[in-house]
Each structure stands twice: as structure tokens, then as C-alpha cells.
């Protein structure tokens, strides 16, 4: 008799401990990946939606609009009252339409600006109230008013035009972070080439990191904001001809695409 009542105790326990398995690994987190621009993130496999409630996709962009030889040029960090014009003024010579990524503070300060990127034709991007490069680490709460603020920003500066993308400040998105665009409309945008014209390592070192090979349908991170971008100005002279002979056709940043 207790031989039978031992051996059904522990038949009984054995679904009972499967269960706390399965229960536990259910609550582990999943994985943590870095992205192609070093911004973070987790794996969307099982995890979260591949889009939001919009239909804006959750996923950052990378790729150019397009079938083809498509690229999409985007500038970050402005607007500055030196240097976006200039930057204006090479992309209008060399018929570009850019997608110019604007801290909120900035918009603010400078709303005739603002105005005149959208009068020329380019998509408007958030990049936050003001460009923290640790909000990834900061509460949920904080990194909406972040997205949400500096995009209300950029709204009072041009009422009516559309802010179309989110770019985290130094690429460091959240599934989060991501969500919160996606649910405002905006596509996370991160890049795909980057030559570094912030940091400024002269024009042949910008040139050659541009013109080095290029993946398909590339996204090409430049700035007006954030220092002295004479550096960006000429390398734009150069690149976007460059481009042009090569037989890219510019475009934005893909919205829809996963």
C-alpha cells in the first residue's frame, strides 16, 4: 500500500515540476540583439507585434524607398540658423529631397527653419525634446515624453505638416521607445551608412566612407546641428553628384516596409 501511494505521489508530481519549468523559462527575457547603427533592441520573434496599432511597422528602417538604386539622405540634429541653410541650399542645387531628423528644442528656437525644410519638400523626423543619448536606460515615462514632446515641437513650428519618422538619439531605441512612434504615426529610422561627419574626421575620410560600397537601397546619416558641419556641407557638394552619375535616384526612408 505505501509503495502504491509513494508512486502515485510522484506521478502526480511530475506534470506539477514540468509545469514550474515551463512556467519559469515563459518568464525569462528574451534575448537582447544589436542593430546594424549600434541602436538596441529585442528579438521580435515571439516577443511583440511586427506592427503597431497604426500600422506603422515596429521594426527601425534602414531601407530606402523604392525597387532599385535608391537611396534616402537624412540630416540630424538641427536645425541650426548656420548651417541648415547651407545644407538647404546644396540639397535644392542637386534636387534632393532629405528627411532632416529635428530636436525638439531646437524647432522650437528656430520655427523659420522648420518652415523651410517643410517648404522645400523634405520629410520631417523627431528626435527627441533634446537629443538624450541615455533615454534607452531612462523610465518608460520619460521616454514617451521624450518622442511625444519633441514631436509636438516640430508640429508647432509647421501646423499641418506630418512628422513621418522617429529617430532615436544616438540610435538607442527600446521596444518601447518604438511602440510609442509607431502608435504617434511615426516610423522608428535608423540608418544604414554612417560616415561619421559629426565627429569630424575630414572631408577625404567622409568622402571615402561614402563612396566605399554602398548595401542596397541605403539610408546615409549626415548632421546640421550639433557642432561645426562645414565638413558635412562639402562632403554633400561631392557626394550627392557622386550619387547622381552613379545612377542613384533619391528618395525617403521606407515607411511601410517591415
Known sequence: MGITTSSARRRRAVPAVAGAVLALLATMATPAFATADGSAGRSAVGSEPAHGATGI????????????????????????????????????????????????????????LVRAIAADGHQLCDHSVDHDVTMDHKPVAY??????????????????????????????????????????????????????????????????????????????????????????VAALKEYLPWLAAKGYAFTFPARTAP
Open 57 to 112: 511597422p515596429l521594426g527601425i528602417s534602414r531601407l530606402a524607398q523604392g525597387p532599385g538604386r535608391d537611396v534616402a539622405i537624412t540630416i540630424d540634429d538641427g536645425p541650426d540658423p548656420r548651417w541648415t541653410p547651407q545644407v538647404l541650399k546644396v540639397l535644392r542645387q542637386n534636387h534632393v529631397k532629405a528627411t532632416f531628423c529635428m530636436i525638439g528644442t531646437r524647432a522650437q528656437k528656430y520655427p523659420d
Open 143 to 232: 521616454q514617451r515624453q521624450q518622442i511625444l514632446d519633441g514631436k509636438a515641437m516640430i508640429e508647432k513650428a509647421v501646423p499641418g505638416v506630418a512628422v513621418t519618422y522617429y529617430r532615436a538619439p544616438g540610435g538607442a531605441f527600446t521596444p518601447d521607445s518604438r511602440a510609442i512612434a509607431a502608435a504617434s504615426g511615426m516610423r522608428p529610422l535608423g540608418w544604414s551608412v554612417d560616415p561619421k561627419d559629426w565627429s569630424r574626421p575630414g572631408l577625404p575620410a567622409i568622402v571615402a566612407a561614402l563612396e566605399g560600397k554602398l548595401p542596397s537601397q541605403p539610408t546615409v546619416l549626415f548632421h546640421d546641428g550639433g557642432g561645426d558641419r562645414s565638413e558635412t
